[in-house]
């Protein structure tokens, strides 16, 4: 199985801030990446697929870059509806296998 | 209003089965993947199963010979029966379709809660 591991768990910032998020894949899987954003009580809701593409509907402050082991998931502006718990997952192959999460709270 | 319901949830003694189902809206589920994940209490998202088009069906290790996902073309709905349930199969359990980019999910249901506990 593929396991992603995901860095920090959690971070602090605040409002206006960029933050950065990052996915380590334990082998290679091109750019079979997605980010989801999940808030407490909610289901997820995708962001990036195929690792730097925005899904429809999504602010352009997020964005992802990366290929094969690497990823990040960037909010260039942090907003107040953004704090909640990211997750990457990759898409490569089976089991789907999810990172931990980071939790992006409030400083 | 493209959207996914499940239903099914409930309180299940350890050894029990329980069936789930996700109900489709606004796009037919038989010409898409469909999949379910889960996530218990307090902790990160869990692939549980996924049903391609085609028929073909591929499990996480930890549910493979209890769990069995399904497709009801007729209602528009994916299943998965459940057997021989463990404490550690309580969570919420979330239908999502895998969408055309990257093969990510790109639309959840709200999610259902199932309870393992005597």
């Known amino acids: 199985d593929i396991q992603m591991t995901q860095s920090p768990s959690s971070v602090s910032a605040s409002v206006g801030d960029r933050v950065t998020i990052t996915c380590r894949a334990s082998q290679g899987i091109s750019t079979w990446l997605a980010w989801y954003q999940q808030k407490p009580g909610k289901a997820p809701k995708l962001l990036i697929y195929?690792?730097?593409s925005l899904q429809s509907g999504v602010p352009s402050r997020f964005s992802g870059t990366g290929s094969g082991t690497d990823f990040t998931l960037t909010i260039s502006s942090l907003q107040p509806e953004d704090f909640a718990t990211y997750y990457c997952q990759q898409t490569n192959s089976f089991p789907r296998t999810f990172g931990q999460g980071t939790k992006v709270e409030i400083k | 209003e493209v959207q996914l319901v499940e239903t099914g949830g409930g309180l299940i003694q350890p050894g029990g089965s329980l069936r789930l189902s996700c109900a489709a809206s606004g796009f037919t589920v038989s010409s898409n993947y469909m999949s379910w994940v889960r996530q218990a209490p307090g902790k990160g998202l869990d692939w549980v199963s996924v049903?391609?088009?085609?028929?073909?069906?591929y499990y996480a290790d930890s549910v493979k010979g209890r769990f069995t996902i399904s497709r009801d073309n007729s209602n528009n709905t994916v299943d998965l029966q459940m057997s021989s349930l463990r404490a550690e199969d309580t969570a919420v359990y979330y239908c999502?379709?895998?969408?055309?980019?990257?093969?990510?999910?790109?639309?959840w249901g709200q999610g259902t809660m199932v309870t393992v506990s005597s």
């Open positions: 049903i391609y088009s085609g028929g073909s069906t």
């Open positions: 999502a379709r895998v969408g055309t980019g990257g093969r990510a999910f790109d639309i």
């Open positions: 195929a690792a730097s």
